[in-house]
Structure formats: C-alpha cells, structure tokens
C-alpha cells in the first residue's frame, strides 16, 4: 500500500534513526535521491544489474571489477 518511492524513504528514515540511537549522534547514511525505475524487460534487467555491480568500480572502492565480490552475480 504505498509508492516505492514512500517504502524507501521509511526504510532509509529508519535505519538512519536506529544508527544514529545506537551511536549516540547524528550522522548521514544515505546519499541524497531516489530514483526508481521499472524495468519492463529482460534485457533491461541485464544492463541495470551491471551497473549496479560496476558502481564499487565507479566509486573507486575496487581497482578492478573482481575484486568485488560479487562481481560474478548471474546477471553479468
């Protein structure tokens, strides 16, 4: 009953309040915006999926994509 958009927002709201509990102060969890997307095909599923594993990539978390460790997810 509800938006994705709201079930996120509840979710992130949450979890920030419980952290910030836990740790006795205030600190920012989550990155500003949301965006949702439907995904209408199988194709399309592929290439949101290997975006989502590249981003440690993108970030500079990782130097290479194997060095995730789930760079092997099905989907790629």
């Known amino acids: 009953r509800g938006s994705l958009s709201h079930f996120i927002q509840s979710?992130?709201?949450?979890?920030t309040k419980?952290?910030?509990?836990?740790?006795?102060?205030?600190?920012?969890?989550?990155?500003?915006?949301?965006?949702d997307r439907?995904?209408?095909?199988?194709?399309e599923l592929i290439i949101m999926?290997?975006?989502?594993?590249a981003n440690p990539l993108r970030a500079g978390l990782v130097k290479r994509l194997g060095?995730?460790?789930?760079?092997d997810a099905i989907w790629l």
């Open 67 to 71: 060095d995730y460790p789930l760079w």
């Open 18 to 35: 419980a952290v910030n509990l836990l740790l006795g102060n205030k600190v920012s969890l989550w990155q500003q915006g949301f965006h």
């Open 11 to 15: 979710i992130t709201s949450s979890s």
């Open 49 to 53: 999926a290997r975006y989502v594993v």
């Open 38 to 43: 439907a995904l209408r095909r199988e194709d």
